[in-house]
């Protein structure tokens, strides 16, 4: 079992549809990371929490340490967000200070 | 600045041959990270930077792949006796830390796609 997991792994949409997108993790984080990849590869950081919710623009983020537990919603959702969503936690413990764990991410395709 | 670049942007080479990517973090970032991607797969680390100390490298990082950071600046990784399963994206991500905090927003290169024949 992957330590971080994302669901679902792809997800198809209608234009101006709310979005959800699912992360677990099993392992004790000090910062989760919510990261969007557009074909041909370069990756945009959207999101860094370690507690609570962010927004920004259309996209929110929250995080349920509790749970070890993370959502990103999409409101309003554009062709232009249709990219690959890549969870990403950041241990708290095992001594490793650059090692992210990476979900598999969720494919996301928005069709007009 | 423009943000971390990486060059190049694609490689394609023959088995055994030799390759070298380089990373240009933003500059006043002292941390520096490499990581592959293989397709549907999600990033896997391999190793980072503080300033121009290695410290660390993942079990991934086999001894035909080689590291280094030398004036704290730019890095470049270098894959000797390239094998096909080493065809992958190769990215860069860089972050500032400072006070051993974990904090700072981690900003990752476009990637240089590596493809080996």
């Known amino acids: 079992k992957n330590e971080v997991e994302q669901s679902p792994q792809n997800l198809t949409a209608q234009e101006g549809e709310f979005i959800t997108i699912n992360c677990s993790y099993s392992v004790g984080i000090s910062a989760l990371h919510w990261l969007q990849q557009h074909p041909g590869g370069g990756i945009v950081s959207l999101f860094m929490l370690s507690s609570g919710k962010k927004k920004h623009g259309r996209l929110i983020a929250t995080i349920n340490i509790q749970e070890k537990h993370s959502s990103l919603h999409i409101t309003a959702s554009h062709p232009r967000d249709s990219a690959v969503y890549i969870c990403?936690?950041?241990?708290?413990?095992?001594?490793?200070?650059?090692?992210?764990?990476f979900g598999k991410g969720t494919k996301l395709s928005v069709k007009p | 600045d423009t943000g971390v670049s990486q060059d190049p942007r694609h490689k394609i080479t023959k088995r055994g041959q030799n390759v070298t990517f380089r990373c240009d973090p933003i500059s006043e970032h002292n941390r520096l990270y490499w990581y592959r991607q293989t397709l549907g797969q999600g990033p896997e680390f391999l190793t980072y930077?503080?300033?121009?100390?290695?410290?660390?490298k993942s079990r991934l990082l086999s001894d035909r792949f080689s590291a280094e950071r030398p004036k704290g600046s730019f890095s470049t990784l270098e894959i000797q006796r390239t094998e096909q399963g080493d065809s992958a994206m190769y990215l860069c991500a860089s972050r500032r830390i400072t006070g051993g905090a974990n904090t700072g927003e981690l900003f990752f290169g476009e990637g240089s796609r590596l493809t080996v024949l």
């Open positions: 990403a936690v950041r241990s708290r413990y095992g001594g490793s200070q650059g090692n992210l764990i």
């Open positions: 930077f503080q300033n121009e100390a290695q410290l660390e």
